[in-house]
């Protein structure tokens, strides 16, 4: 079955008020095997324990150091674990569970026959309720139905969208001919996967790329916020880092969404800067960034904590480019709650 996919990359203002999303930028690792459970809770973040049919959890995988391999999101699906997250990350942290699940009965693949579609709208559940008897919820965030695993992942009152648009988003999960079909009975526009991007950037959600893989702790990134660590589980890899940053305060960096408007295509040279008196200084990384076909731009930066409303800041195109850049509110406090 063919699929028309919109060669469109909307701003906020035009995006439609109901629509799928081809997310072929996620990939999978699943865990199966009677220490399945145990196995992954001495390797991440979260609190695997607390993981059950219906529940989804935020995580990271970190190495001893603490520093990230991934920020994923886990589920059940076919009685094993998946840590769903960008195809980025997958390798690297694959090898790294590989390496030490030897010693556990667990088996660690990558999920391969499978593909995802979000969807996303002001009638996302009535429409997602046309196909299937039972959905996800806030409660529930994970249901599964015959073959298709479906994922709430957040009702979005976003502040750059206008309240008439506000838009619920929904994950499917189902191999790549299921899917297929699935899709084509919504009779919705479907758009790349950078619209997914941009939902992940508005809410906050870090979009982790291959060459941050090793450079940061959870924190820097937000993993706490999204409620993507847990400070009272067992030990864990990389575990002393993350609780040094918690409770001795040491960490100076945080996961920043930022906007600005130009149509100049960003590239790797693309820096923030930030004015310090009358010079202009190197003010952070860019973590991930979605540019709208009329110049908007929304983007994940790293910089320091202390950054505020009263900080200017730009972005440096080239030598002879620069274009001012504005704080946008995330739906979460950056304040861990013990």
Request: aromatic residues 8%; negative net charge.
């Amino acid at each position: 079955m063919s699929l028309t996919i919109e060669n469109k990359r909307p701003s906020v203002n035009e995006l439609a008020d109901n629509y799928l999303i081809q997310v072929n930028n996620l990939s999978a690792i699943y865990l199966s095997g009677e220490d399945k459970e145990s196995y992954l809770q001495g390797q991440v973040t979260c609190d695997v324990t607390q993981l059950t049919e219906n529940s989804l959890l935020n995580g990271a995988h970190c190495d001893a150091k603490g520093k990230m391999f991934s920020i994923f999101r886990l589920f059940k699906r076919d009685n094993a674990l998946w840590l769903l997250q960008p195809q980025a990350t997958l390798s690297a942290s694959l090898a790294a569970l590989q390496k030490f699940g030897v010693f556990a009965k667990v088996s660690i693949e990558q999920a391969n026959d499978f593909s995802s579609y979000a969807l996303v709208g002001t009638q996302a559940e009535q429409r997602l309720k046309q196909q299937f008897k039972q959905i996800p919820d806030s409660m529930s965030p994970v249901v599964q139905s015959g073959t298709t695993t479906l994922i709430y992942i957040a009702n979005e009152t976003l502040p750059q969208i206008t309240p008439a648009k506000q838009q619920q988003r929904y994950l499917l999960i189902d191999s790549k001919e299921n899917i297929k079909t699935i899709a084509a009975n919504f009779i919705l526009p479907i758009f790349k996967e950078e619209l997914w991007n941009l939902h992940e950037i508005l809410t906050g959600f870090p979009l982790m790329n291959q060459s941050v893989i090793g450079e940061y702790v959870p924190q820097m990134l937000n993993v706490q916020a999204i409620n993507g660590i847990s400070f009272t589980k067992g030990c864990y890899l990389g575990q002393e880092t993350v609780a040094r940053m918690q409770y001795l305060g040491r960490n100076k960096r945080a996961l920043f969404t930022l906007s600005t408007k130009v149509k100049t295509p960003l590239n790797e040279h693309t820096t923030i800067e930030l004015q310090l008196g009358d010079n202009w200084r190197r003010a952070g990384n860019i973590l991930s960034y979605y540019q709208a076909d009329c110049g908007q731009i929304y983007l994940q930066a790293i910089l320091a904590s202390d950054i505020n409303d009263e900080s200017t800041l730009r972005l440096k195109i080239n030598d002879e480019q620069y274009a001012p850049l504005s704080i946008e509110p995330l739906p979460y406090t950056l304040i861990q709650q013990d």
